[in-house]
């Protein structure tokens, strides 16, 4: 007879006798959790509400992709959580689960093809021009610029010109504020410790309400629009109305699509904005770090505006990104819920609990990273990297549901920062005071994915 090992109990921090850790994770979530992998490990319980919805983290990149891809489908998306995003983005990709969530999943993944995003540059590159513009007029007159809002910004209109193509400039003055209006809902819904329905006619839903109708006016008279014309530019509209199912021969209906365009807008221009935040933030800390940028870019371009082909050549300025995803990584949390019970690590992680990832913490695991809280580029060079697990470094999540749009975004970041670096601007004088605010407000909302 083979003797059986009992499975454990992670350890934790045992928090209030009747609020367990609910009271830490709604004042400080990251800084909780933090606390909690230092104390006890890299599978860590924490308690809920009594008896209630018990949260385990996941630290160690082994079981992180344990999670994420080995064992996905037992790993579902947190319910609660999802059904908060839902109420922006429908049932786009980041919160459709599923059969169906891989049907749009086929139909959208020709939108990302990496021959049409490349085909982006330019107006990535472009857009980066006119804003360095407006910038160079500032420096002028000595005044500062909030570079958390001005990547937002910046983001966004590339974003949705990457969407709707020329139609982007004459909708922009009116999306924009009503865009900022459902994300920051959307943030307050998800980190309330109680929120009220929807339905409930509170100023704050009231607004929200009214800041989704504006979206889905415009968007659905651009897809009607879209529908009579014969010849349309190629731009993500386009791929996502022109995708058929392989297996079906079926098309989206116009509400995916609106669905699908809501998920680009929310998911993708405020994770750029912070990567783009953060980098900058970064290189005006470290200017040698910034010197070394703008030499290679001097040399590569040569005083030109930078193309996609360019990239492969910019090999520093990629492990200036990498670094600072890996240091402020956009999708900084992600949430599971098991559908049976498993074991991690040697731990048991019980059906219906809350499994948290965050790439914020296993980025700084020191039995992977040297001196993790540093800024250090170089760490990414072919030669530090290897060994390294794939799982180490995940600033857009992993597995079966990784960000789609994870190419454009790396892309983006590549391209707008060496058009800043080519710049003639002192946007990139050394920083003084508070560092950037975008990483801080993304942990929660991108916990859906």
């Known amino acids: 007879m083979v003797a059986t090992v009992a499975v454990k109990e992670a350890p934790g921090p045992y928090g209030n006798p009747i609020l367990g850790n609910a009271r830490g994770f709604q004042n400080d979530l990251l800084g909780t959790l933090i ?21 385990y983290l996941l630290v160690h990149p082994d079981y992180v992709k344990y999670a994420l891809q080995d064992n996905h489908r037992n790993f579902p998306k947190t319910p609660f959580i999802n059904d908060k995003w839902r109420m922006v983005v429908g049932e786009g990709l980041i919160c459709s689960v599923g059969d169906f969530w891989r049907r749009q999943r086929r139909l959208a993944q020709p939108a990302f093809h990496r021959q049409l995003i490349n085909s982006f540059g330019v107006i990535m590159t472009d857009t980066t021009g006119d804003t360095l513009e407006a910038w160079q007029a500032h420096a002028d007159k000595n005044e500062p610029l909030d570079m958390a809002v001005e990547m937002t910004h910046l983001a966004l209109s590339i974003l949705a010109q990457a969407i709707f193509s020329a139609n982007w400039r004459r909708e922009a003055e009116i999306m924009a504020p009503a865009v900022e209006v459902a994300i920051g809902h959307a943030y307050h819904q ?37 529908h009579q014309t014969k010849d349309a530019p190629r731009d993500l509209v386009a791929m996502l109305m022109e995708a058929r ?29 912070s990567g783009l935040a953060w980098s900058l933030y970064l290189l005006s800390k470290h200017t040698e770090v910034m010197r070394q940028v703008q030499e290679e870019v001097d040399r590569v371009l040569g005083g030109r505006v930078p193309t996609v082909d360019d990239l492969p050549k910019l090999t520093y300025l990629t492990m200036v990104v990498e670094e600072s995803l890996r240091l402020y990584p956009p999708v900084s949390l ?13 731990y ?21 990273w040297d001196n993790p809280e540093g800024f250090d580029p170089e760490r990414f060079s072919p030669e530090r990297s290897a060994g390294r697990p794939r799982h180490a470094w995940l600033p857009f999540s992993a597995g079966p549901r990784k960000c789609i749009g994870d190419y454009f975004g790396v892309m983006e970041l590549q ?35």
């Open 348 to 368: 048991r992680i019980p059906a219906g609990s809350m499994v948290l990832m965050s790439s914020y913490i296993t980025h700084r695991h020191p039995a992977i």
């Open 334 to 346: 992600i949430s599971r819920t098991p559908l049976e019970d498993d074991e991690i690590g040697g």
């Open 245 to 273: 199912d392989e297996e079906t021969g079926e098309r989206m209906s116009d509400e995916q699509v609106r669905n699908e365009i809501m998920t680009f807008m929310f998911g993708g221009h405020e994770t750029v904005a």
């Open 35 to 55: 606390e909690g992998w230092r104390g006890y490990g890299d599978v860590v319980q924490f308690r809920g509400i009594g008896p209630l919805f018990p949260v």
């Open 190 to 226: 998800l980190e309330a410790f109680v929120s009220l329905p929807e339905n409930i006619p509170t100023p704050a839903n009231r607004r929200f309400k009214q800041a989704r109708a504006t979206l889905d006016e415009i968007i659905y008279r651009l897809i009607a629009e879209r």
């Open 415 to 449: 391209l707008v920062i060496a058009m800043i670096a080519n710049a003639s601007t002192s946007i990139l004088s050394p920083a003084t005071g508070s560092s950037p605010a975008p990483a801080s407000r993304s942990a929660i909302p991108m916990a859906c994915r």
